[in-house]
């Protein structure tokens, strides 16, 4: 803590923590890390424990509500979210405005505020119910935007949302399905996705977690707030990393430069290049979710698509760093970037939606997180401090007097 009180005319003390390494902003029950021992957990249980069986949506309504669902918990969320899914007729025109080289994460966050317009009554969230109405419609309608949008940028038809479908072969559906044929989603695909979807739904107080309570925190509703959060993960240093990773990968594929070539540049803080999908704010050990992409790729990039050579230069890349004493000793290991790019690669997934599925995954723990701190007693608006650098002693000079 800096004593400022003869400094600046300001008359109390300040932390300054760059980045907030150091300040813990809330207490939250939603997801524990261990970023020493590489543990992850939501609500208490091991991210392995959802390796195998559950939905992406079970996984949802426990960061949102707290607790695993009951099966009639989930049906009935399962069926708000069937009612939910369409967006309005009128969005569709909002969709029309963008060129089709817009990015998607401009599309998704920009029609995320859009939603705030169409309901109103879901600005004040007086009870449970109310919160749940808005969650589902959010989780639903995001996942349309989501298919819209890279409809959109191919100028395709937009596919409506197939009442029987579950939730990720759904968002497949919208995206590949066409008029005349219908996307069938293989159960590898599905399966690996949403796993995908898990692994992204909730991490504490990152970046674009931290925005959503922050805009939150003003009284900002729900679709505002996480249209925020969009905005925030949209960068290459967080959720933009896995787009990053595939365009490092293919520079090297295309013979640009070589992975030992890559590393040695990373090292060089000169070159402004950092090896990306490594390193983070929190684990200093191995991220667990990369480490669980890393066996989905294994697994499914041979079955999809034979012999990626994207594949075999992440490995060679991982090797390399791993036996460097630049990584070993700033303990930078592959985070969950590093491999869901080439999964989604694998998957026929366009490089630029790779941060809009991020967004969908990211989803349920925003809207979590929201809501733990809109029910938190004394939460108070989020307002940092700084400590001012500039001049204190100046005065208005009128234009014709300055030179
Ligand atoms: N490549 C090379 N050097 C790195 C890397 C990297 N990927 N990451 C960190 N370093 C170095 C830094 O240069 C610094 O070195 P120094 O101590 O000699 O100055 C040291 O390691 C610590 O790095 P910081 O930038 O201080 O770490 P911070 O916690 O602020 O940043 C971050 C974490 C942003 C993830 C960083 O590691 C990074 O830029 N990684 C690459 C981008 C990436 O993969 N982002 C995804 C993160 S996961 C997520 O958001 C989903």
């Not at 009951?70 to 009935?76: F, I």
């Not at 069926?79 to 998607?104: C, S, V, W």
């Not at 395709?156 to 939730?167: K, N």
């Not at 594949?311 to 390399?320: G, V």
Request: charged share 20%; hydrophobic share 40%; proline share 6%.
């Amino acid at each position: 803590a800096i004593d400022i009180s003869n400094l600046r005319g300001q008359t109390n003390h300040i932390t300054l923590d760059p980045g907030y390494g150091n300040t813990g902003s809330c207490e939250s029950g939603i997801t524990f890390i261990d970023g020493d021992k590489g543990i992850l957990r939501y609500r208490g249980i091991p991210i392995e424990e959802f390796a195998d069986s559950p939905s992406f949506i079970e996984v949802a309504m426990l960061l949102i509500n707290g607790t695993l669902p009951t099966a009639e918990e989930y049906a009935s969320f399962s069926a708000d979210l069937t009612r939910f899914a369409n967006i309005d007729e009128g969005m569709k025109y909002h969709f029309q405005g963008f060129p089709r080289a817009a990015p998607p994460m401009a599309i998704l966050s920009a029609m995320i505020n859009a939603l705030s317009c169409f309901y109103p009554e879901l600005h004040e969230l007086e009870d449970e119910q109310q919160f749940r109405q808005a969650s589902a419609r959010l989780i639903s309608k995001v996942r349309t935007i989501a298919a819209y949008a890279y409809r959109h940028s191919k100028g395709l038809p937009y596919m409506y949302p197939h009442p029987a479908m579950r939730y990720v072969p759904n968002f497949l559906h919208m995206m590949f399905s066409q008029p005349y044929e219908q996307y069938v989603c293989p159960e590898i695909v599905s399966k690996a996705l949403n796993l995908i979807l898990i692994l992204h739904a909730d991490h504490e107080q990152n970046c674009s977690t931290s925005t959503v309570r922050m805009v939150g925190s003003s009284g900002a509703n729900l679709f505002a707030s996480c249209a925020a959060g969009v905005c925030a993960l949209w960068g290459p240093l967080h959720g933009g990393a896995n787009v990053e990773v595939l365009n490092m990968l293919e520079q090297i594929h295309q013979g640009n430069i070589t992975p030992e070539e890559y590393v040695k540049l990373a090292k060089d803080k000169d070159s402004k290049v950092r090896l990306m999908g490594f390193g983070h704010r929190v684990y200093k050990n191995f991220d667990p979710r990369a480490q669980m992409l890393q066996k989905i790729a294994q697994e499914l990039v041979p079955v999809l698509n034979r012999n990626d050579p994207l594949l075999d230069i992440a490995r060679r890349l991982e090797e390399i760093a791993l036996s460097d004493p630049y990584f070993v000793d700033r303990k930078l290991y592959p985070n969950v970037d590093f491999y869901s790019g080439i999964i989604l690669r694998a998957m026929g997934i366009p490089t630029n939606m790779f941060t809009v599925i991020f967004a969908i995954g990211r989803l349920p723990g925003w809207i979590a997180h929201w809501w733990e701190q809109h029910q938190a007693p004394g939460s108070r608006i989020a307002r940092p401090r700084q400590i001012y650098t500039g001049t204190t002693n100046a005065h208005y000079l009128p234009m014709e007097e300055r030179n």
